[in-house]
């Protein structure tokens, strides 16, 4: 059974995080990747037979470390686990389901070949993934206004980190996201050269 006072403290703890001007992300981290993640998280724990708190609170706290500080952010999944673990100790939660949050935590990037050892770890995975494919705009916004990357170097960027969630998504979540996943890397298809070189028949107006 999930506690709805533990989720709605752990909310107001990350939602401040994400707004605070030291969130290198911007706030729509929380409204556009972590909010999706939780939802996500909620609908693939019944495919998996996971359990929803575990899944609900690592959803919440799987980016809390790279979020509070920005020099985390490259082990933010380990340092995470930490975090997590200190956090909800202090607020009372049993040790056993602190474990396995951490243990979803830590093993929740695609770009760090960690075996994922429970239904949950494979859940929070995959969720996390889910949400970077469904929510393209905001892996834009992060290259080019955050991290202020250009067109190629951006372009590629995301390209990769979509690659990189579709191989980590476990079989169910490939069916839910087969759609968007085609539609995303569409997209992303043609590199930032564009048609540079070609004759388009078009002209373009700068004034």
Not at 124 to 137: C, F, G, K, R, Y
Request: with cysteine; proline share 3%; hydrophobic share 40%.
């Amino acid at each position: 059974m999930q506690s709805p006072t533990l989720i709605q403290t752990l909310e107001a703890l990350v939602r401040e995080a994400c707004a605070s001007e030291r969130n290198l992300f911007g706030y729509g981290i929380w409204t556009h990747h972590i909010v999706t993640v939780v939802h996500h998280g909620r609908r693939l724990a019944e495919h998996l037979g996971a359990d929803p708190e575990i899944v609900e609170i690592a959803a919440l706290l799987h980016d809390y470390a790279g979020i509070k500080d920005p020099h985390a952010s490259k082990e933010h999944h380990i340092q995470g686990a930490v975090e997590a673990g200190d956090l909800l100790r202090r607020l009372g939660y049993p040790e056993d389901k602190i474990l396995a949050v951490a243990n979803c935590i830590m093993s929740h990037r695609g770009s760090v070949e960690l075996e994922r050892t429970s239904r949950e770890a494979v859940c929070l995975a995959s969720t996390d993934a889910m949400a970077h494919i469904e929510q393209v705009p905001s892996l834009l916004y992060l290259t080019f206004v955050r991290l202020g990357m250009g067109i190629d170097e951006g372009t590629t960027w995301v390209s990769e980190k979509l690659e990189r969630s579709w191989r980590k998504l476990c079989p169910e979540a490939k069916v839910l996201m087969r759609e968007q996943y085609a539609a995303a890397r569409l997209l992303l298809a043609r590199n930032a050269t564009g048609y540079e070189g070609q004759n388009t028949g078009l002209t373009m107006a700068l004034d």
